[in-house]
């Protein structure tokens, strides 16, 4: 077996682990032109057909997210040692996975008019069989921890002059209007690890360029991931790809998610009028206390930007939509420096169902000369 895949089976994504499942979408949504359907990438799709293949993934990292379980949690153990094929063998984690879907979107469909108000998380919440008695030490204990990550959203009454202000504030603490404006391409250069890595820091290079786009290459041993917005297109190519040697076009909340994470880099001045409505409120992010926007825009999942006291964003959260339910993709910014006369985050913490990696920047070049190619679609990548 090539060591490569190996390697991708233990350190790469949990969203692999289960992706022979099938699910049931109690959404109406159309998947875009040209975006490749899971069942004609994955073997054994049974219950559902017409989703696109990176709504698929993030589906099995709700799973993987709901009940902790890795790939060998679900799949056959020859998930390890032989080809992909063997995601495709039917287990009994398998079939119960099957029928716990069907029963999820029966629920939704008959009590909530079909939208997803019941996840796999619901009832599992990270357990890998959900809890039917009463836990005493909880209800007489110290309550739970809130989840950060929830939609959920409790708002101050809405006030237009406060959201433009903790804009301003934002760019302000960045270096003021016209410092971000000067601002129209960067390369960065670090250092990525993560599971994928078996948590080793392997070279990362970062392009951006106004108003949004943006690449990102991880260097790993077996191959480079590429991830490319070209301001429209969300492409993946990688050695962990859902096929080996296979280019994934990213729909729904990745494409919108990819435009803010790019805008954040190079644009942040463009973030407000990418949403048509805002919303603010208060919590604690690391004991500190923060200011929340949550923005929303008609056929979009929302996001939520986390600012501190300084006015410097320290967190965004943002999700997918998926057949099961919507997951998180969260960003913890840390190590502002100024590079140019705009305060950069030197080091940042992507967290999301299928994968946990920090970013550790090194160098920054600012409106630096980022040509178009950098933002092609990339070739499917040949493992080393």
Same mark, same amino acid.
């Given at each position: 077996m090539n060591v490569g895949w190996r390697r991708a089976i233990w350190g790469a994504t949990a969203a692999l682990c289960v992706c022979a499942l099938s699910v049931v979408s109690v959404?109406?949504? %159309? +998947?875009p032109p040209g975006a490749e359907m +899971?069942?004609?990438v994955f073997q054994n799709v049974q219950v559902l057909k017409g989703i696109p293949v990176d709504e698929f993934m993030d589906t099995m990292g709700m799973f993987a997210a709901a009940t902790t379980k890795d790939c060998t949690g679900c799949h056959s153990p020859q998930v390890l040692t032989d080809s992909r094929d063997a995601f495709a063998v039917v287990t009994p984690m398998i079939q119960r996975a099957r029928q716990m879907v069907v029963m999820m979107n029966t629920i939704n469909r008959t009590y909530f008019g079909g939208e997803t108000r019941v996840t796999c998380y619901t009832c599992h919440a990270a357990k890998d069989i959900p809890e039917w008695v009463p836990n005493l030490e909880i209800q007489y204990g110290t309550p739970p921890l809130p989840n950060p990550d929830t939609l959920r959203f409790v708002s101050f009454p809405?006030? %237009?002059?406060?959201?433009?202000e903790l804009f301003a504030s934002y760019i302000q603490a960045l270096g003021g209007a016209q410092a971000v404006a000067g601002m129209t391409s960067l390369v960065a250069r670090g250092t990525y690890s993560g599971w994928d890595t078996s948590r080793s820091p392997v070279p990362v290079e970062i392009f +951006?360029? +106004?108003p949004g786009q943006m690449t990102t290459l991880v260097?790993?041993?077996e191959g480079t991931n590429s991830y490319v917005f070209d301001g429209t297109n969300f492409w993946f190519a990688g050695v962990d790809a859902a096929v080996p040697n296979y280019t994934l076009t990213y729909t729904g909340g990745n494409l919108s998610g990819a435009r803010v994470d790019s805008q954040v880099l190079v644009a942040p001045?463009?973030?407000? %009028? =990418?949403?048509? =409505?805002?919303?603010? =409120?208060?919590?604690f992010v690391n004991d500190e206390l923060v200011t929340i926007l949550q923005g929303t825009k008609e056929g979009e999942t929302p996001v939520n930007l986390f600012f501190n006291e300084a006015g410097l964003l320290v967190r965004l959260i943002r999700w997918a939509?998926?057949?099961?339910?919507?997951v998180p993709t969260q960003f913890d910014f840390s190590d502002y420096r100024a590079v140019s006369g705009v305060q950069r985050p030197y080091r940042w913490v992507k967290s999301w169902t299928n994968n946990q990696a920090t970013f550790v920047i090194e160098e920054y070049q600012m409106n630096a000369a980022v040509p178009d190619a950098r933002f092609a679609r990339p070739e499917p990548v040949a493992l080393r």
């Open positions: 959404r109406s949504q %159309a +998947a +899971a069942e004609t809405d006030d %237009a002059d406060q959201v433009n +951006a360029r +106004a260097e790993r041993t001045s463009l973030i407000q %009028a =990418s949403y048509d =409505s805002w919303q603010v =409120s208060e919590d939509d998926t057949s099961v339910g919507p």
